[in-house]
T-cell receptor, first 113, second 109 residues
Framework: DAGITQSPRYKITETGRQVTLMCHQTWSHSYMFWYRQDLGHGLRLIYYSAAADITDKGEVPDGYVVSRSKTENFPLTLESATRSQTSVYFC????????????FGPGTRLTVT | QKEVEQNSGPLSVPEGAIASLNCTYSDRGSQSFFWYRQYSGKSPELIMFIYSNGDKEDGRFTAQLNKASQYVSLLIRDSQPSDSATYLCAANTGNQFYFGTGTSLTVIP
């Protein structure tokens, strides 16, 4: 199906474990983004990518790693999960013409125990 | 100071009324502005974008932009119970998008 997908949709992990959240889009959009959404903070940008092999930090990058070897995929890795990383994570994409806005995936609800 | 600020609400309007949602932004370099609707437990959905001063209409939705006042608004005419959601305002500055914390809207039947 066309669109943007995320996996897993729900994940429970323990403190200190490495976790990778996957994001895949079929639109060939240039830009991809990772956000976390927490009550009281709204959506906060973690990392973004303007194209394959080009990534940059957002507002809250600490503790996260990204890569983008292919245009359609943008995985987010929590190297050593902490309880403060319990959140809902959204992946989004947009065309090179960013003025047209972003399209969001369904989200991954991550709980770190 | 946050890049984008919204009144968190909640905002309640009766069915059929006009709902008015407001947003201010701090960076005069912001170029484009967006309104997203987010239902509880779901992802944000793009409903409008605007980048020129003035009004932009799409069905029951009208976005308004005033760059001199750094102000963006969204009007929802003939509000329906299905419009009950959180509305997020966002600004595009350079390669990034900055989001407000959202305004919760309830349309009362």
């Amino acid at each position: 199906d066309a669109g943007i997908t995320q996996s897993p949709r729900y994940k429970i992990t323990e403190t200190g474990r490495q976790v990778t959240l996957m994001c895949h889009q079929t639109w060939s959009h240039s830009y991809m983004f990772w956000y976390r959404q927490d009550l009281g903070h709204g959506l906060r940008l973690i990392y973004y990518s303007a194209a394959a092999d080009i990534t940059d930090k957002g507002e809250v990058p600490d503790g996260y790693v990204v890569s983008r070897s292919k245009t359609e995929n943008f995985p987010l890795t929590l190297e050593s999960a902490t309880r403060s990383q319990t959140s809902v994570y959204f992946c989004a994409s947009s065309e090179y013409r960013r003025a047209l806005g972003q399209y969001f995936g369904p989200g991954t609800r991550l709980t770190v125990t | 100071q946050k890049e984008v600020e919204q009144n968190s609400g909640p905002l309640s309007v009766p069915e059929g009324a006009i709902a008015s949602l407001n947003c201010t932004y701090s960076d005069r370099g912001s170029q484009s502005f967006f309104w997203y609707r987010q239902y509880s437990g779901k992802s944000p959905e793009l409903i409008m974008f605007i980048y020129s001063n003035g009004d932009k209409e799409d069905g029951r939705f009208t976005a308004q932009l005033n760059k001199a006042s750094q102000y963006v608004s969204l009007l929802i005419r003939d509000s329906q119970p299905s419009d009950s959601a959180t509305y997020l305002c966002a600004a595009n500055t350079g390669n990034q998008f900055y989001f407000g914390t959202g305004t919760s809207l309830t349309v009362i039947p």
